[in-house]
Structures are given as C-alpha cells and as structure tokens.
T-cell receptor, first 111, second 109 residues
Framework: TQLLEQSPQFLSIQEGENLTVYCNSS?????LQWYRQEPGEGPVLLVT?????EVKKLKRLTFQFGDARKDSSLHITAAQPGDTGLYLC???????????FGPGTRLSALP | NAGVTQTPKFRILKIGQSMTLQCTQD?????MYWYRQDPGMGLKLIYY???????DKGEVPNGYNVSRSTTEDFPLRLELAAPSQTSVYFC????????FGSGTRLTVV
C-alpha cells in the first residue's frame, strides 16, 4: 500500500498541450516536494510547498498544495519535449521526518 | 561543485557475492540517505544518517548495511546478494531538499 498515490501513472501528450498530474494521500503532510527525474539520472528538486492552499509557479509549471495538506497537483502549460520525465511527489509528516515518495507519473511530451 | 557522487554506475553480481556501493558528497550536509528504485514503486528508503557516526534503518533495510565515519562518505554494503536486490540505488544528501546522485544500476543473477 502506497502512502502517496500519483495519477495518472503514464501520460503522453503533444507539444503545446496543457496537463495536470496529481499526488494524493489520506495522511496530512507538513510539507510536500516535487521532483523530476530524467532517464539515467537521479531526481531533481522542483519545488517545496508547506502551507495548505499554497500555489507556487516555476515558469510554465504551477504547483498547488491542498487546503488540508493531503494532496497536491502539478499543472504544466504548453508542454515541451524537455518536460519529458518521471515526476515524483514526496511528503514529510513532521518537521525533521523523512520524506516518503510516491510512485511517480511518467510524462512523454512529443514534438 | 560535484554534489553527490556514486560509484559504480553499473554492476552485475552473482547470487551470494558481496559489494559496496560508494557515495560521497561535497556539500557538508549532515543528512544522507540510501534509496532503491524499482519500476512503478517509487523510492524506498534503505538506510539514513543524520551525521557522522549515526545511522538508522529505513523502510527496507534487510540485506544491507551502512557506515558513516565521515560527513562526506556514506557507503552501502550488500552482503550475500539476492535477485530481489536487483534495482537502481540512489544516494542522496538533504538540506531543505534532496540532492541525489546519478544512481547505481545493480543486477543480481
């Protein structure tokens, strides 16, 4: 049983399309992070959200933390082939607690 | 600025063999971690360390051992390799976010 669920598991879209991926849990998290992982490499941190309802933008990527701090979403506007990768969310249940990772959403943005 | 460096990048082991996965970081981070990544399963925590001389088990520690004699180095030891240990292993350090190495792809045959 996964503490964090991510959906969809796979997503294939055309360049220029918009998309949203989701990270859900029944647990409350003190903070949540999103990572992107490219083939043959380790995950790279994109953002950290800590406040319920918080929205952060990183160029064409918009991250939202749910009001109850149990879920999060990542929206990509006008996807580009460079957005291709595995998107992982990771949640911490308390200050100083280790993060638990979701299984990831594998995105293919085709030219 | 190398960040987190893992060696080797690839390795094939026979059942029952042992090996050490090396990990070193140059950011002076106290927190270091070892994860394994299997398809569709995300990252599972094997062991972690909050500083030199201190280590603790994560979610899936069986079959592995670690040591932390210095802040920089956090090697992972596999004793008596089993096919279930076929995976991609990532070392990471933490300071506000994880910095991961590029991984070791291990196959046990």
């Amino acid at each position: 049983t996964q503490l964090l669920e991510q959906s969809p598991q796979f997503l294939s879209i055309q360049e220029g399309e918009n998309l949203t991926v989701y990270c859900n849990s029944s647990s409350v998290f003190s903070s949540l992070q999103w990572y992107r992982q490219e083939p043959g490499e380790g995950p790279v941190l994109l953002v950290t959200v800590v406040t319920g309802g918080e929205v952060k933008k990183l160029k064409r990527l918009t991250f939202q933390f749910g009001d109850a701090r149990k879920d999060s979403s990542l929206h990509i506007t006008a996807a580009q082939p460079g957005d291709t990768g595995l998107y992982l969310c990771a949640g911490a249940r308390g200050y100083g607690q280790n993060f638990v990772f979701g299984p990831g959403t594998r995105l293919s943005a085709l030219p | 600025n190398a960040g987190v460096t893992q060696t080797p990048k690839f390795r094939i082991l026979k059942i029952g063999q042992s090996m050490t996965l090396q990990c070193t970081q140059d950011m002076n981070h106290n927190y270091m971690y070892w994860y394994r990544q299997d398809p569709g399963m995300g990252l599972k925590l094997i062991y972690y360390s909050v500083g030199a001389g201190i280590t603790d088990k994560g979610e899936v520690p069986n079959g592995y051992n670690v040591s932390r004699s210095t802040t920089e180095d956090f090697p992972l030891r596999l004793e008596l390799a089993a096919p279930s240990q076929t995976s991609v292993y990532f070392c990471a350090s933490y300071s506000g976010g994880y910095t991961f190495g590029s991984g070791t792809r291990l196959t046990v045959v």
